[in-house]
């Protein structure tokens, strides 16, 4: 089960750190990434992370802005994101593959969150 949290209303410009805490098995089995989905939209990939942390994969709408970690020892990973956009508003998803890959497509993804909701005013 993946818990997702952090999220909030944020003024344009500024950074949020979301969490996403799996319980049950290790999350030290699954690639894990973040997606995020506005109203009215498909649900866009934002980030993905390897088993052990060493690779990590971005969406080109937060590359450069964004920063994707996990602890495994605390069965967490984190979304962290700065110099945030009104366009960035979306309900962000956690997810967690048992592949090996980096998946960008939400359907290469067997576990969800239930979403956080991020809106940034300007």
């Known amino acids: 089960q993946l818990q997702a949290s952090g999220g909030g209303l944020v003024q344009a410009g500024g950074s949020l750190r979301l969490s996403c805490a799996a319980s049950?098995?290790?999350?030290?089995?699954?690639?894990m990434g973040w997606f995020r989905q506005a109203p009215g939209k498909e649900r866009e990939f934002v980030a993905a992370i390897s088993r052990s942390g060493t690779y990590t994969y971005y969406g080109e709408s937060v590359k450069g802005r964004s920063t994707i970690s996990r602890d495994n020892a605390k069965n967490t990973v984190y979304l962290e994101m700065s110099s945030l956009r009104p366009g960035d508003t979306a309900v962000y998803y956690c997810a967690a593959d048992r592949g090996a890959a980096l998946e960008t497509e939400p359907r290469g993804y067997d576990y969800w969150g239930q979403g956080t909701q991020v809106t940034v005013s300007s």
């Open positions: 049950g098995r290790s999350n030290s089995i699954y690639v």
